[in-house]
């Protein structure tokens, strides 16, 4: 029975999530399956949890699974039919095959280790806690939770999309399980490897590249076995592979009318927010360089609607802790100028404090030297503009939430510093990889890659359906 | 089609090929610590919280028990938790207890020492559901309640207790 109601619980997300990818792509792109099962997931988990809060404002009880069921449903119906063209097919080679069974027996190990940890500490009392009293609660979280000052340990205020993505897991199962509910995060992590593998070929037009970087996933520790990692069921690994499709997709929309990966990002980075708090300053960093590429690529000004799924969003939450009567968050002061001008001492030991981290071998293995030189590769490049989106994507995000800590209200800011700065730069780690997989492969970014490389690659992408690439 | 070599290519072939063997290097230890430190965790549906309890206090497949406790309570008053300053231990406990007394509210002291008399007589009795004791000493003079391995007390109100 258990396997049954998994099996139910993830083919809704999946089936929710295609036909929203349909409804996205509007059969302009040929997508790899890869990529396919990639974004049904990232929608599909993105749009029940958004169903279950807002028919949890309206239902409960056996009527609001009832309800979001009928939603993804339909939307599978939609994708049904509106089925997107086949990939084009290929045999792998032999280094391809090679790579692909690395990175599966990594997805395997993954999987064991997170069925033989426990949630982490911010899993539980952040995360599944919310999952947890929603599902006692009928699918609905108690207002008494929101206003109960005892429990504002548990930050009330952070988004729902994890929490009630488990609470989908277990309406199906008819319990909350602590031990299923993680199922969902090595998924994520599946979902990672699958999108470095299918973004790495559209980058670059060799699988071989993106196979190679998706087994390199597997080799920084603080993705697979440190505080926070895919593993912990921490909001910040998912919330990093959400931030992985924006940016990619926003890569692939700097190619001229490629429209289809454009409302693509558009509804990847309505979901940054969604996803954990701290993907508010994401979302801002991602929308700067929406707005860059649609001025850049001469885009009309209809494009500027991509914003504000993101911005409905965000308002929302925002309006319904309130109306909760949500406390605070009690972490930082108040963001003013007059906080930030007297705190401003704190600026030179903030960064030497992510210095330090940027060289914590345990933590990061080499990860951040490799980036570096990546990013060396990069800079001469900046002309083009997916460039300067990837390495905007990379870096201003990390002085932002090092700005942040200025704000600290924590006695001793820099311990509040080394309990969080590595999962916060876990958030564009992935970035780091699609500089990475571009640098190694010396591709120059302005220029499509060959065809006769036969992958699917984002300049392919607004072609490939000419008789020409059907053929080749 | 030939593949044709230069100095740039060996060059870069020859950085990418040490920069990837040097973090194999450096990680593939602290992964395999990672896999293999860690043994098979009971698989029920509160398995964090039944590892967290017998963590820090001994206790096996404990957290159903916490939560019949509170269930056996008046759902409309509160749980009261103490537990110690400066004690990571008594402080995980405290937070792990009020997650499992949901529907209450839950109300947490965080205090110095080990004796909360101060704080335990400024309270309504009538409000108080349960007092959980995390690595706290109970009061002699309010009744035991049901111990959970070493540091964890949980003394439900009845009214008995109030009288």
Redesign the interface.
Known sequence: MTALALLGAFGTFFVAGYGLLTFLVRRETRFSLTEQIAFSWLLGTGAVSLLLWIFGLLVHGAVLPALVSIICLSLGLVGWRRMMPRPLRRMPNLLEIFLGIIVFLEIA?VF??S?????G?D???NW??KA??AF??GGVI?A??FS????A??HPEYPLAIPFTELWLYLWLG?????WAKTIFPIFYVIGTFLVVALGRRFTGKTWIGLLMAA?L????QI???VGSAIAGYADFPLSIFYLATIGCLFCATEPKNDAFFRLYAACLALLPWVKRDGLILWIVAAACGVFVILRTKRSSRHFLALFPGLLIICSWRFYLSAMHAPQAADFLPMNLETFSSHLDRILPLFSALLAEFHN??TW???W??VA?GVAYLLGQMRNPGTPVLLTALFVPIVLYLLIYVFSSWPNYLEHVGLSISRLLLHVAPVGFLITLLA?S?RRVKSPAPVHERGVTCTMAVSERTPVVELA | MPVRFSYGRIA?VI??CG??L???C???P??YS??TQ????S???????D??LKFATGASVAAKDVISIFQSTTASK?II?FTRKDDAFSS?LG?TA??LA??H????FEINGTHPDNELSKMNPDEVAAVVFCRINRPTWLPAGKVFGSGLEVVSMSEKVRR
């Open positions: 190990i064991y280790l069925f033989v940890h426990t949630l500490w899993g539980l009392l599944e806690i947890h009293y006692a609660n108690p008494t939770y109960d000052s005892g429990r340990f548990s319990e909350a399980d602590q031990f390199f597997f080799f920084v520790p697979t076995v440190e071998l345990p293995s080499l990860f030297f490799v030189v190694v010396r | 870069h950085l990418w920069l990837a040097a973090s194999l450096v990680s593939i602290k992964i990672g896999v860690n043994p098979l965790h698989t029920g549906p509160l398995h964090t919280c590892s967290y509160r938790i995980g937070l009020a997650y949901s529907p509210l839950v109300r947490l």
